[in-house]
């Protein structure tokens, strides 16, 4: 089983949908979780980054985390176009030897005018 | 500026040629790291820098060889690569504080697409 299940998808939404982006995990362990965005053959861009449990919100995202269910969501609200990309999430436990990044697969969403 | 630049964008290279990727980054981040990534993959880790020491090498073949001449760069030596070995290679940054409960946020540079022939 791996550390982290994501939906790959594909997820096809209108102009002006509520997008919900999920991951679960099963390492207790994980401290931070982020959210990255990958438009096609370009590098992921970090969205959002969170600690604790809870939600983070950042103008049209917002991320939540559910430690004790092992869950962790993005909200995009009013999604246009331009979000359409693969959302990758990803969870790290801090280490002496430096942060290692566990992936989700990846959603690719796509956003129709 | 949250700015890592990779260079070259693209690359193509037959199986016997000598390369090398750079990657720098000027945040003052301690910690750089180089990915692998395959189509419609999550990026593989390959190596990670910790104030300029090798500390993970995620036992990637010898034909790859990073090097971190200061805190700001990174390079990656390619030698007799396969064409399996034919990705988008990420670097990556994060500040690594010394204290392991601060943030470690990586960012990401737009890659560098390595053909091989």
């Known amino acids: 089983q791996k550390e982290v299940e994501q939906d790959p998808g594909p997820l096809s939404v209108p102009e002006g949908a509520i997008v919900s982006l999920n991951c679960t995990y099963s390492?207790?362990?994980?401290?931070?979780f982020m959210w990255y965005r990958q438009y096609s053959r370009k590098g992921p861009e970090l969205l959002m980054y969170?600690?604790?449990?809870g939600n983070k919100e950042d103008g049209r995202f917002t991320a939540q985390v559910d430690k004790s269910s092992k869950y962790i969501s993005l909200f995009i609200r009013d999604s246009q176009p331009s979000d359409s990309a693969t959302y990758l999430c990803?969870?790290?436990?801090?280490?002496?030897?430096?942060?290692?990044?566990?992936f989700g697969e990846g959603t690719q969403l796509t956003v129709n005018p | 500026d949250t700015e890592v630049t990779q260079t070259p964008k693209h690359l193509v290279m037959g199986m016997t040629n000598k390369k090398s990727l750079k990657c720098e980054q000027h945040m003052g981040h301690r910690a750089m790291y180089w990915y692998k990534q395959k189509a419609k993959k999550p990026p593989e880790l390959m190596f990670v820098?910790?104030?300029?020491?090798?500390?993970i090498n995620e036992s990637v073949p010898s034909r790859f060889s990073p090097e971190c001449p200061n805190s700001s760069l990174l390079n990656l030596h390619l030698h007799a690569l396969q064409p399996e070995d034919s990705a988008l290679y990420l670097c990556?940054?994060?500040?690594?504080?010394?204290?392991?409960?601060?943030?470690?946020?990586?960012?990401f540079g737009p890659g560098t697409r390595l053909t091989v022939l």
């Open positions: 969170t600690y604790s449990s």
């Open positions: 990556a940054s994060s500040p690594r504080p010394r204290q392991t409960s601060s943030t470690d946020t990586q960012y």
């Open positions: 990803a969870m790290s436990v801090q280490e002496t030897s430096g942060s290692r990044l566990t």
């Open positions: 820098y910790s104030y300029e020491k090798l500390s």
């Open positions: 390492n207790s362990a994980f401290q931070y």
